[in-house]
């Protein structure tokens, strides 16, 4: 996140107060997604949050799986 100058010389009240508006704007997103992660106890609450990371989720929850049902299986053996 960029810090803008608000002291800028010839620049109309209109473009200050949209700067200022856009800044503000961009910290509550950024503080509603740390607050949803603390929350939830995820980082990733949905794919879109990260692709790539998400990715190797699927994969590795695919990889788990099968290991799990095979340890279900021999708990319910002994």
């Known amino acids: 996140m960029s810090i803008v100058p608000l002291q800028l010389a ?3 009240n209109a473009l ?3 700067l200022s508006q856009r800044t503000i704007t ?3 997103q950024s503080l509603l ?3 949803n992660q603390l929350s ?4 990733l609450t949905t794919p879109s949050d990260d692709p790539g990371d ?3 989720a699927m994969q590795i ?3 788990l ?3 799990a049902g095979y340890d279900d299986n021999l708990k319910q053996a002994s």
């Open 65 to 67: 799986e099968p290991r």
């Open 61 to 63: 929850r695919k990889l």
């Open 54 to 56: 998400a990715a190797i």
């Open 26 to 28: 961009q910290t509550q």
């Open 40 to 43: 939830t106890g995820r980082r």
């Open 33 to 35: 997604d740390v607050q």
């Open 10 to 12: 010839r620049v109309s």
């Open 16 to 18: 200050r107060m949209n």
